[in-house]
Each structure stands twice: as structure tokens, then as C-alpha cells.
């Protein structure tokens, strides 16, 4: 007989962040608190547009043992994709309201698998500064879809929360992150990786709690 295949499928994580935030930093601290929990992960980053037009995007895949969620990886590795696909993303996290706007537009965030963790403040986009009138969009209709179109949303004002205790938004939407119990990792496993950075350890570590 045949031995079996692994088929589960990978965890799937996008992050859409602008300049500044951090967002290479909290790709990198996901990927760390993943491997010290003995997981396969590969992450990749697509570069955003300036001026406000387009987020940088982060996208990580990891999977533990056997199609698992904890403990070391086997021998058979599993094979990941490099970018996400619509309707497949497990975790959707957008350090701005609109941000949250456009993974949902395009297809990322889902009832079936999504949860969707989003800072709920805005930073107005080119196109909202530059109409001739109020061009702003609004935002309540984008909290609405989230309810409609999230398995689960997390949504609050992260970037006060983030200056609140001298951090930046990348902590907080950390602990979102954590606090979501999407993924399989000990609070202690995003803490050891927070503070291995060795940059802005307290203020980070109080922002992510």
C-alpha cells in the first residue's frame, strides 16, 4: 500500500502595511516564533506603491507535522505557494481601515477561513486628498463588510493603542494576532521573538500585551 500523502493544507497569513509601521519587522517576528515551534514556514514581501496608493504585502505560509499545527516538522516537508490566493487566506491583517478595504475587494477576506484583524484609524489615500470635494471614503461601510464578509474580525484603533505606549502599530497588531488564537503559538513564543529583535523590547512588549 501506498504511504499516505500530507494534504492539510498550510496556514496562510497576509499582511498589508505602509511605510514605517514595521511591517518587515512583524513578518519577521511571525517567522521567528514560528520556527522556534518547529514549524515549516516561508514568507515572502511584494513592495507597495508610494504616495498612498498601495500597501507593501507580507505573506507568510508555515505548517507543523504531518498536516499538524504544533510540534516539529517530519520528514516530508510541505510545499507552499509564494503568493496568496483569494479565498484561501486564514489570517488578514491590515494596519489601516481602507487597507482592510482592498484585501476584502480583492478577494482575501472570506467567511469560510478568514479572520480579519485590521487598525480601524485612517491614513487618507492620494486619491481622497487630491478629489475636489469630501473624498474620503467611509469607513463604516468597510467595518460593515468585515462583519459580513470575516469568519472573524478583529477591528480597533491599533495605531492609538501603539502611541499609547511609545510603540509602533506592529506590536499591537502582534498581539491581535496572538490574542486571535488563530495560530498555534504560545503567547511566550511572540514575547521570546519580540525581544531577540533587542530593539524597543519594553515598549513593544507592552503594546503586543
Known sequence: MAAATNQAKPIGLLIAAMGGEGGGVLRQWLVDAAMAEGFAVQSTSIPGVAQRTGATTYYIEM???????????????????????????????????????????????TPNCTTLIASTHRVYTMAERTAMGDGRFDGAKVVAAAGNLAQQAVLF??????????????????????????????????EAAIRATGRAVEANLAAFR
Request: hydrophobic residues 45%.
Open 157 to 190: 484603533d491599533m495605531e492609538a493603542m501603539a502611541q499609547e505606549h511609545n510603540s509602533v502599530i506592529n506590536s499591537v497588531l502582534l498581539g491581535a494576532i496572538a490574542g486571535s488564537k488563530r495560530l498555534p503559538i504560545p503567547v511566550a513564543g511572540f
Open 63 to 109: 505548517q507543523g507535522p504531518d498536516g499538524g499545527d504544533e510540534g516539529e516538522v517530519g520528514a516530508r516537508r510541505p510545499i507552499m505557494s509564494l503568493y496568496p490566493l483569494a479565498g484561501s487566506v486564514d489570517i488578514m491583517v491590515a494596519s489601516e481601515l481602507i487597507e482592510a478595504g482592498r484585501a476584502m475587494q480583492n478577494g482575501f477576506v
